[in-house]
């Protein structure tokens, strides 16, 4: 439980949760969260492609699939900060 915690701390301050391989072998993804006006995630934007692919460009797509999410929560009316904070 501990490790899970810290594992979704990182992913909260990052803005950005990466899998790879998890569901399966040779798929890998980016999700970033959207936000809604009260400020509860409602939904998240998810980039999947193979998983090599996904690992050699995570700097290039990571920035994207975040700002992806925050625009799209702007859309929803979501005007605090993004990330948004964990609670």
Known sequence: PRAVRRQLAAVAARGVAETRGEMYEDV???ASPIVGRDGKVSAAVLL???VGRVA???ELYAPRVIQAGERMSRVL????PYPPPRG
């Open 56 to 58: 050699t460009r995570h």
């Open 28 to 30: 890998g993804g980016l």
């Open 77 to 80: 009316g979501y005007g605090g």
């Open 48 to 50: 999947a492609a193979p």
